[in-house]
């Protein structure tokens, strides 16, 4: 639990810093990272970034579903009659909720949500009336030999970075949700609440019940849907035990999509190696290059853009993300090769591949730019071309706000394409400031004053 606890705090911090861009900008991840890699170069993290969608995709492939149906496939084909059903199944149920806008899927998962965890509750309750209490699972502590080959340390860092590898996907890419943000800090409240809160309580939930039914069953399933299948299989066929594992994986569908085998939690975890040094470059660049001035205009140019850089790609940004994970790639392919006997030294740095990529990456692209600064940098638009900003965020940001802000504030938004309601409050916004007198504008590159 500790490393639940601490790995969530560390997901919250990170999340937060990576959405501001968003939050600020109203720009997703696909622009975000042009300023950074050039209009071209953008395309390296985006193809990187989906690159793990690809993975998902082909483990959803290989879950487990249909135990009673008949192989009907070759031995040499790595699937199973009853995996290539439940395939073809979800895809066919997933594939018209990629027609629906992402702004519209605030109810749906708000209900699947509470869906999820009444079925999450009602699974623990019923748990431990039928055990009538926890199993040891719950009380043992994990014991380290004094032969082990590494330290409580060793292994907690080792923790740490799998709890982290495991939504680092997701933090890279967080502006594509903080872009629809219509208070900063209702988005930071609302992350960490989800993000630590919720997620150690349901990870407490899962701990109870695991222990609750190593009582019941004798064993220890971590797996919710290995766990719905011995109930329904002790429930010899009655109808109150196939209705009960019949809601409650209803329930679990939409957030347990599949199981996987333990090679590929460790690929999928061990993802932040690359993304890790990513977000660095992301963090620095925007941050403390830039000092959060962007050119919204020059995102969406070629040539005269600023962020043009050489062919439209910032050729010095490529080997400072390669910087960051070159270090730790030896002791992943070790790692995803399940080999044992390579040098510790390989280990210990895989074990802390997020912090020791996130750092090298961000240490060396910052070093660089003091020494040869980037063209643009602190460079920001003088005028709101599109109406992206409120009237209050741009005297915020120090930019002359369009005269059409006012009214677009509660219907879409021309360079945005999204709908976004008004600000709630001057307070809540951080925008407690003067209006800017209006004054000439001129349409040139603007430039702080």
Known sequence: MAIIIVSR??????SCIIAWCGLTRHIGFTVQNRFTWGLRGAYIPLIQR????????????????????????ASNVPT????????????????PFLFIRPERFKKPFFFSSLGCGIAMLCMMIW???????????????QKISSTSRWSISW?????????????????????????????????????????????????LGGLVTTAACEIIYGKIYWNSPDLMMIMMDNGHGLLAARAGVFFLALAFTFAILFQKPATFVT???????????????????????????????????????????????????????????????????????????????????????FFTGFSISFATFYVVNLISPIKGAGDFDEYDDWATFSPKEAAKLGIVPNDNAEGLASTRLGASGYKRRAPRSDKEQGLDVEMPIPVEVSMGPGKQQ
Not at 80 to 95: D, K, P, R, Y
């Open 267 to 353: 690929v999928l975890s061990s993802f932040s190696v690359f993304l890790a040094p990513l977000m660095g470059v992301m963090v620095c660049d925007y941050f403390f290059i830039r000092h959060r001035k962007i050119r919204l205009r020059h995102l969406y140019r070629t040539e005269s853009s600023d962020y043009w850089f050489i062919n439209g790609f910032n050729w010095r940004v490529i080997p400072y993300w390669i910087a960051g994970w070159a270090p730790t790639i030896g002791g992943f392919s070790v790692s995803a090769g399940g080999k044992t006997d390579a040098l510790d030294a390989l280990f210990q740095l895989y074990y802390t591949a």
């Open 155 to 203: 292994l907690i860092m080792a923790g740490l970075n799998q709890a982290i590898g495991q939504k680092a996907a997701g933090m890279a890419n967080e502006s594509d949700f903080s872009r629809y943000a219509n208070s900063r800090w209702a988005f930071v409240l609302g992350t960490c609440s989800v993000q630590w809160l919720v997620g150690i309580l349901v990870s």
């Open 50 to 73: 989906s690159l793990l969608n690809f993975i998902c995709v082909c483990i959803t492939a290989i879950w487990p579903l249909f135990q009673s149906v008949p192989n009907t496939l």
């Open 127 to 141: 748990s431990l009336s039928v055990a009538r209490g926890v199993g040891p699972v719950f009380y043992q502590g």
């Open 9 to 14: 705090a560390i997901l919250c911090l990170f």
């Open 80 to 95: 199973t009659t009853q995996q290539m059903v439940g395939f073809t199944i979800f895809w066919l149920l997933s594939f």
